[in-house]
DNA sequence: CCGTATCCATTCCGATACTG
DNA sequence: CAGTATCGGAATGGATACGG
């Protein structure tokens, strides 16, 4: 994030280049709110917390890695609204990981005050479940990291 | 991670506390590195290639919020060597949906090398999916964070 | 309202040197 | 091997003042 890692962002390693785009403090909080339909900029400021230069530098690099993108503000005036990408909503699956584990090992027992749940039916949501293609569950030391042999999808 | 935040850290949303833990640009790398079997300081800084006293920091930050654990040495030498607590264990969905979500969407179609198979089969995972506690899939935009209304589990 | 520019404190990072 | 100590540079972060 701030010295350098430029060896570390060309990694091989998906972890470290998913990191290199919302691996640091704001990032990914930027996200969150903008997943739950705040758009303008003094609504990120004001619900973050966060200085404006901060703020400006954050939604610079994440329109520049296409997690955000500028649209005309949907209320007629002349500003700029910041609304999710695709890619950038595919980060969601992220954003309710890091829900869930914080939920579970960052709280006090009395203390959970919020939970994610359906828009539609007010259902919570179930626990993430890792598993493999043809559906076996697999606990944190299950798996490993291959060099791909991915089978082709096509044979040409 | 730098400045501040420590009003964030304590605020109620899960995020914010977990990112307070592994929001670094370092502590998940070392998680992953760690779930992967390293256990030695010189691995986690060979493998990471990052400086001694960083990695110490970041050593000694996990540590204290219960992610590692100081073990005696597996080998019989006197030193000690790091391993994942149960809280660090379940880091591993948060690990599992920053892979998917990089190889989606910051590595050029040509370009992946690695990826992600269980021990057992080498069978390749799945892409997680956000669901209900009734099962049904939830898309990026069709769930928000609500003050806890969770059914209470017990009724004393 | 939406930023940009500037200043300053803190932290992070890497490199190096040093100890046990 | 496993750190600790120290240094300097870079980036972050907060606050504030300023322009569109």
Redesign the pocket.
Same mark, same amino acid.
């Given at each position: 994030?701030?010295? &350098? *890692?430029t060896e570390l962002s060309e990694s091989d390693c998906a972890i470290a280049r998913s990191l290199d785009v919302i691996g640091? +403090? +704001?990032s990914l909080l930027i996200v969150r709110d903008a997943r739950s339909g705040k758009r303008?900029?003094?609504e990120f400021q004001r619900n973050l917390g966060?200085? &404006?230069?901060?703020l $400006? $530098?954050r939604l610079k690099k994440l329109v520049e890695r296409e997690i955000l993108e500028m649209a005309p503000a949907s209320d007629g005036s002349a500003? *700029?609204e910041y609304v999710l990408t695709e890619k950038g909503e595919k980060l969601f699956v992220v954003i309710v990981a890091l829900w869930q584990w914080g939920e579970q090992t960052c709280f006090e027992p009395g203390e959970m005050r919020f939970t994610l749940a359906d828009n539609e039916l007010g259902e919570t949501l179930a626990p993430l479940e890792v598993r493999t293609q043809s559906g076996r569950k697999l606990g944190a030391l299950d798996f490993r990291m291959i060099e791909r042999e991915i089978a082709s999808e096509s044979k040409s």
């Open positions: 994030m701030q010295g &350098k *890692k640091d +403090w +704001w303008r900029f003094s966060l200085a &404006k230069n901060i $400006t $530098t500003f *700029k």
